[in-house]
C-alpha cells in the first residue's frame, strides 16, 4: 500500500517561511502527479499545487502564486511545498496527494488515489 507522509509544518510568524515535505513509499512515485491542498478550520478542503511527473506545474491562483513554489525530487520519493512570505490566512492543515491515473496533474480532490496524514502550519500576525 502507498503512504504518504509529510513533515514540516509549524508556527511561524507572518512574512516567514516554510518548507513541506511529503515522502511517498513503493517503486511509482516517478510516474504520479503530487498535489497539496489545505484546509482552514471551518473550510472546505482546497486545492493548491500540483506537479507532473516531468515536473510541469500548476498554482491555484494568485492567492499563493509567487510565493509557493511546488517541486519534487523523483530519487527520494519526495514532493516539496516551499512557502514564503506566509500570512496569516495561509493557516491551515496541509495535505499532499497522488494520482496514479497518468493525468499530467489534477486540481480536483477526487482525481487523487492516495493521501498523507496532513501537516498543520500556523501563521501568527
Known amino acids: 500500500q502507498v503512504q504518504l507522509v509529510e513533515s514540516g509544518g509549524g508556527l511561524v510568524q507572518a512574512g516567514g517561511s516554510l518548507r513541506l515535505s511529503c515522502v511517498v513509499s513503493g517503486r511509482a512515485f516517478s510516474h504520479y502527479a503530487m498535489g497539496w491542498f489545505r484546509q482552514a478550520l471551518g473550510k472546505e478542503r482546497e486545492f493548491v499545487a500540483a506537479?507532473?511527473?516531468?515536473?510541469?506545474?500548476?498554482y491555484s491562483g494568485d492567492s499563493v502564486k509567487g510565493r509557493f513554489t511546488i517541486s519534487r525530487d523523483n530519487a527520494k520519493n519526495t514532493v516539496y511545498l516551499q512557502m514564503n512570505s506566509l500570512k496569516p490566512e495561509d493557516t491551515a492543515v496541509y495535505y499532499c496527494a497522488g494520482d496514479r491515473s497518468g493525468n499530467k496533474y489534477s486540481v480536483t480532490e477526487n482525481e487523487y488515489d492516495y493521501w498523507g496524514q496532513g501537516t498543520q502550519v500556523t501563521v501568527s500576525s
Open positions: 506537479i507532473a511527473w516531468n515536473h510541469e506545474t500548476i
